[in-house]
């Protein structure tokens, strides 16, 4: 990677000479105006290449920057050697900060340069944006986005945290105090909101060498923007909140404009297999997409250009959890706390979340009262310190869950609390860092039972800081130095896969909980030892420079292609998205293949008929009038040699294209063979075996049991199971399973198992679509007519065997020299063929223009 600057463009164009060094290199000034927007709609040129800078640079675009901002009091005047000031402003970096915290893991600060792009928490007077921008820019290599205060709370407090956080994290808007229903203005405030985030972008972007890499849910439509501008733009997303089933995220009634909104990343991270999974269900079920993997590498198709899936959970900054253990401040709080508990023979279980109606508080609270209940012995003995964080967004709901957490806590304290004794301690208050690590390193079981959550860090915080150190060793009287900790958390939070030495819950669950936190009480010393160890091993390893550099790894591999691509845009507003393909793979023009056609004598056209010439989906198979009209015009010109090559059995389609006298047939995907109406049938091979049959069909039949939806069909030569109206998730999962399982059955029969789109087939081995290619062509020359124009359009898997016949043949003799080949695919896909057309309407309007063409010639 190599990053290169609009600055060094700008020197170069008028004439000065280059700046090196990271001193001299200037971010090039953007509009700090608030709530103006650029459009971005239009395209621009992309920039010329330039080599001047050795550093790479990386664009972390999120909702906030990892700035703390404060408004100066007049009479203040004294700064810290970190705090940068305006006239009314104090600022300094927000130490807790992801976003912040990923810069430090990806190693040579002096290699790598960190921008950010974002919003700052506090509002700014128009007046004073240009001057703290300036600031910002200079000193923290911020970029700030100034929203207007409405816009904002429209945006934020509006649709991210009533409608789509509440979502991801499975609440259905079933009632207006359930949930936000979904509001079109808030939607529009959101994507404009992705548009000025775009704006601030692009002023400041290379995108020929800068990473782009986006956080989070509040900037989903994002890429579409950057990438509508910049087609090769290198981009990543990652998404820190669940991500919801097919069932509760289809909903969402701009669903799609989501969907294909990621999709215009290179690289999409989500913390969990589970997150990931029900992004591709998604994919599947709404855009009918598939993916693939390979070499462990997760990829989505998606118009030529392949979406890679990252599966990978965030981790935490060691360096400076471990700082703040070994502040003073910290160790004498934990003195503090060891007074107040231990000493007295109490143990602190711990508790730390947001006020927010997913962390689960109250159910934990009700866990409590159980075990009291439950285990009179506990009482007097076990404390339950909940640390209540302020929660993120606003609204009723909040309150409400507020409301209820302080009078449960009131309730239990009354049932089972004795003079100088609560059973809980609520702490409604902002904690600094070092108070919340000391209850860290007191606690004897921390428990993270929120019913949703995507990731929470709260484990690994606790876990690191029960590690502690020497001195805090002595404080806690460990003169082994063994430490131990233990863990309850919930099932449905991001980092319970990755901690497996930790007793899992269901949190709705409150009798399981409260054995969990029994159980967690009684385990021996040994026990609780070995599953520190264990985690802390992980934790350690797996912290936030880890994720940050293995993502941008990924990042970089994902975009590998863009150099070797052809890239332009289709589509309108968020429907936009980009067309990647091989140089050498091009659409096919109508008036480069009707040129052509009408300047050649010998031509060769062969057809696939499903999902080619018939659409896919539909119920009646049989070709239409309109088809049958074209496929004759093509046959009676006698310049044309047309063949129809089908998986269908001879049957069916002597059938269906009984109206045509002149048309050659392949049944049977070529194993049997009519070159029109009134020649009989023949085998292109052997006549086979079908015992085998026996063998494979009680297979089918058990799938076609178990999958509602899927059918058999028995043909002369082959059998073939198909899912297309099947539950598309469970129907691929079960395609997977009959292919190995026929593959195991069928080892010594001589037959081939294939897998195509929405099918399973059995077939005799040797029997395929270029058997027909190859023949058609061989008849031709052998008749002393080799074609001078061949044209053969498919779709599916087994269209490649006629594409590579086709396009090898312009090395043989099959066909005239200088030949017009066109191998052509439906859709922009990984092919042999070295065209494609859109879909099954461009390809009946191509037929249609060849066969006018013959009516005119024939008509002369």
Not at 458 to 483: T, W
Request: aromatic residues 10%; glycine residues 6%; hydrophobic residues 35%.
């Amino acid at each position: 990677m190599v990053s290169r600057s609009y600055s060094n463009l700008l020197e170069l164009a008028s004439g000065d000479s280059p700046t090196f060094g990271r001193m001299n290199r200037q971010i090039p000034r953007i509009m700090a105006v608030a709530g103006i927007m650029s459009n971005i709609d239009n395209d621009s040129k992309q920039n010329p290449p330039s080599d001047l800078s050795p550093k790479d640079r990386i664009i972390i675009v999120a909702n906030e920057l990892p700035i703390r901002a404060q408004r100066k009091l007049e009479t203040s005047t004294s700064t810290t050697s970190n705090c940068h000031c305006s006239k009314t402003w104090s600022f300094t970096l927000d130490e807790n900060s992801l976003l912040l915290q990923l810069k430090d893991g990806l190693g040579n600060q002096e290699a790598i340069e960190v921008i950010y792009v974002g919003c700052l928490k506090e509002e700014i007077h128009p007046n004073e944006q240009e001057e703290v921008y300036q600031l910002l820019l200079e000193n923290f290599k911020c970029v700030p986005t100034f929203l207007p205060l409405d816009l904002y709370t429209r945006y934020y407090h509006g649709f991210c945290k009533q409608q789509l956080w509440p979502l991801f994290h499975y609440m259905l808007p079933l009632s207006p105090d359930l949930g936000g229903r979904f509001d079109r203005s808030l939607w529009q405030a959101y994507v404009s909101v992705n548009k000025i985030f775009a704006d601030r972008i692009m002023e400041v972007i290379n995108p020929e060498d800068d990473f782009v890499w986006i956080h989070d849910y509040h900037l989903m439509v994002l890429p579409t923007f950057l990438r509508k501008r910049f087609n090769r733009v290198k981009l990543g997303f990652f998404l820190h909140s669940p991500f919801p089933s097919s069932e509760i995220y289809k909903t969402l009634p701009i669903r799609e404009e989501l969907l294909r909104a990621l999709l215009n990343s290179d690289l999409i991270g989500f913390h969990t297999f589970d997150y990931a999974r029900h992004f591709l269900s998604c994919c599947s079920r709404m855009l009918g997409l598939t993916y693939e993997s390979k070499r462990g590498y997760i990829g989505l198709e998606y118009y030529g250009r392949t979406v890679s899936i990252k599966i990978l959970p965030v981790g935490i900054h060691m360096g400076q959890l471990r700082s703040v253990l070994s502040l003073p401040e910290t160790e004498k709080k934990v003195e503090e706390l060891i007074e107040e508990y231990s000493q007295k023979g109490r143990t602190m279980l711990l508790g730390v979340d947001d006020m927010d109606i997913f962390k689960g508080i109250s159910l934990k609270l009700l866990a409590m009262e159980q075990l009291l209940t439950q285990h009179p012995e506990w009482q007097g003995k076990v404390v339950l310190v909940q640390i209540a964080n302020p929660a993120r967004g606003k609204g009723k709901d909040v309150k409400e869950m507020k409301a209820e957490t302080y009078s449960t806590v009131k309730r239990i304290n009354k049932a089972f609390g004795r003079p100088g004794y609560d059973p809980i301690v609520l702490i409604d208050a902002p904690l600094r860092f070092y108070e919340r690590v000391a209850y860290y390193v007191v606690a004897e079981c921390c428990l993270v039972t929120a019913v949703r959550d995507g990731m929470n860090l709260i484990p690994y915080e606790y876990i690191v800081s029960r590690q502690g150190n020497e001195k805090l060793d002595k404080i806690l009287k460990l003169e082994d130095h063994h430490h131990k900790s233990m863990l309850v958390v919930s099932e449905f939070i991001g980092c319970s896969p990755s901690l497996s030495g930790a007793i899992r819950v269901n949190p709705w669950n409150v009798d399981a909980v409260a054995d969990a936190m029994d159980s967690a009480l009684e385990v021996a010393e040994p026990e609780k030892q070995l599953r520190h160890e264990k985690h802390y091993k992980y934790v350690s390893t797996h912290d936030v420079g880890y994720w940050a550099r293995s993502f941008l790894q990924d990042l970089e591999r994902s975009c590998g292609e863009h150099g070797r691509r052809r890239c332009w845009g289709i589509g309108f507003g968020l429907s936009f998205r980009v067309v990647a393909l091989d140089q050498s793979f091009r659409k096919l023009s109508m008036e480069h293949i009707v040129s052509a056609y009408k300047r050649t004598k010998t031509r060769a056209i062969l057809l696939d008929y499903d999902d080619t010439l018939m659409p896919e989906g539909s119920i009646d198979k049989r070709p239409s009038t309109k088809s049958i009209e074209i496929l004759n015009t093509l046959c009676r010109d006698k310049s044309n040699l047309v063949f129809i090559v089908s998986a269908k059995s001879r049957e069916t389609l002597s059938d269906w294209f009984s109206p045509c006298e002149k048309l050659g047939i392949a049944a049977e995907h070529g194993y049997s063979l009519r070159l029109k109406k009134a020649v009989e049938w023949e085998n292109c091979v052997a006549a086979a075996d079908c015992s085998w049959k026996q063998i494979a069909e009680p297979v089918m039949e058990l799938y076609t049991e178990t999958t509602d939806g899927s059918t058999i069909e028995d043909k002369e030569t082959a059998l073939v199971w198909s899912y297309e109206d099947a539950d598309p998730d469970f129907g691929s999962c079960q395609a997977k399973e009959l292919l190995d399982h026929l593959e195991s059955v069928l080892a010594n029969e001589p037959v081939t198992v294939k897998r195509g789109q929405n099918y399973v087939e059995v077939k005799p081995q040797g029997v395929s679509k270029g058997l027909i290619a190859r023949r058609m062509l061989s008849m031709m020359q052998e008749k002393g007519t080799p074609p001078e124009f061949v044209l053969c359009i498919g779709d599916d898997r087994s269209d490649e065997d006629m594409f590579e016949v086709i396009c090898s043949s312009t090395e043989g003799p099959w066909i005239a020299p200088r030949a017009e080949v066109f191998a052509c695919t439906v859709g922009q896909k990984p092919s042999k063929a070295k065209y494609y057309l859109d879909d099954i309407t461009e390809i009946v309007r191509l037929m249609h223009g060849l066969a006018s063409v013959s009516e005119q010639t024939m008509s002369v």
